[in-house]
């Protein structure tokens, strides 16, 4: 795991903010099922990647379900 994440970071470190696709995760939940809606901020894959989660501009953090 440890090798696959520094190479994640390794391939997407430099990656400038203009050229990064905006991404968003949706009906992600632990607990039940949730619609489209249910995501997280800081989410650890996008955070692995340095993506541009549209999530993480709303300032919130952790679980966001059906907000």
Do not use: C
């Not at 099922?33 to 549209?54: D, L, M, R, S």
């Amino acid at each position: 795991m440890k090798s696959w994440q520094k190479d994640l970071n390794s391939r997407t470190k430099d990656i400038p903010d203009g050229k990064k696709p905006s991404v968003y995760a949706g009906a992600v939940s632990f607990r039940g099922g949730h619609g489209i809606e249910g995501t997280y901020g800081k989410y650890p894959p996008f955070t692995a990647i340095h993506a541009k989660n549209v999530v993480d501009e709303t300032g919130k953090s952790g679980g966001i379900a059906d907000r």
